[in-house]
Nanobody, 124 residues
């Protein structure tokens, strides 16, 4: 049974930092691309960042580029999202997801497995 479990969310002031973690089990983690998405009430799930398994290449949404960093530890089966210079508009539920595709994809439908989400709230 595949499980993705996020942690690290919380309440932070604008300009602050948080690091999200996503621990994976039940899948060949090192052969999956991992992504982070976020969603607010009434809106579509939005791509944030992704990292490919093959060479560790990454992709970011324009809105977070330069502030967020995605990384992975294939020994610990964990993917991280370091979020710096947080803004109120970053407030959302953040989800990690796993995709077996060889290329990085920003489309939620390309991800087969999802975590339960962790709330990030940035106050102004």
């Amino acid at each position: 049974q595949v499980q993705l479990v996020e942690s690290g969310g919380g309440l932070v002031q604008a300009g602050g930092s948080l690091r999200l973690s996503c621990a994976a089990s039940g899948l060949p983690f090192s052969r999956y691309a991992m992504g982070w998405f976020r969603q607010t009430l009434g809106k579509e799930r939005e791509f944030v960042a992704a990292i490919r398994w093959r060479d560790g290449s990454t992709d970011y949404a324009y809105s977070v580029k330069g502030r967020f960093t995605i990384s992975r530890d294939n020994v610990k089966n964990t993917v991280y999202l370091q979020m710096n210079s947080l803004k109120p508009e970053d407030t959302a539920v953040y989800y990690c997801a796993a995709s077996p595709r060889r290329v990085i994809t920003t489309a939620p439908k390309e991800y087969d497995f999802w975590g339960q989400g962790t709330q990030v709230t940035v106050s102004s």
